[in-house]
Nanobody
Framework: QVQLVESGGGLVQAGGSLRLSCAASGRTFSRYGMGWFRQAPGKEREFVAA????????YYADSVKGRFTISRNNAKNTVDLQMNSLKPEDTADYYCASDRAAFRVVLTKQIYDYNYWGQGTQVTVSS
């Protein structure tokens, strides 16, 4: 059984930083790309960032490019999301997710390409 557990959310002022972490267990973590998504109240879940199975490729939504950084540690089975210069519009529940395909070459932002999800961690950015 694959488990993904997020941590690191909280309340921060605009312009501040937070670091989210996701711990994975249940399958060979290093074979699968990972992604972060977010869902604001009343809105659909949206893609934030993805990282390749080896960690040598990343992909970001335009709205976070230059402010957020995704990284992974395959020895520790973790994937992190460093969020800087936070804005009130970044307020959402953040979810990590694991790609359904091992060794995917082209990173994907499509929700249906991810088959395991964490329970989410809340991020609130005050103005």
């Amino acid at each position: 059984q694959v488990q993904l557990v997020e941590s690191g959310g909280g309340l921060v002022q605009a312009g501040g930083s937070l670091r989210l972490s996701c711990a994975a267990s249940g399958r060979t973590f290093s074979r699968y790309g990972m992604g972060w998504f977010r869902q604001a109240p009343g809105k659909e879940r949206e893609f934030v960032a993805a990282i390749s199975w080896r960690g040598d490729g990343t992909y970001y939504a335009d709205s976070v490019k230059g402010r957020f950084t995704i990284s992974r540690n395959n020895a520790k089975n973790t994937v992190d999301l460093q969020m800087n210069s936070l804005k009130p519009e970044d307020t959402a529940d953040y979810y990590c997710a694991s790609d359904r395909a091992a060794f995917r070459v082209v990173l994907t932002k499509q929700i249906y390409d991810y088959n395991y999800w964490g329970q989410g961690t809340q991020v609130t950015v005050s103005s």
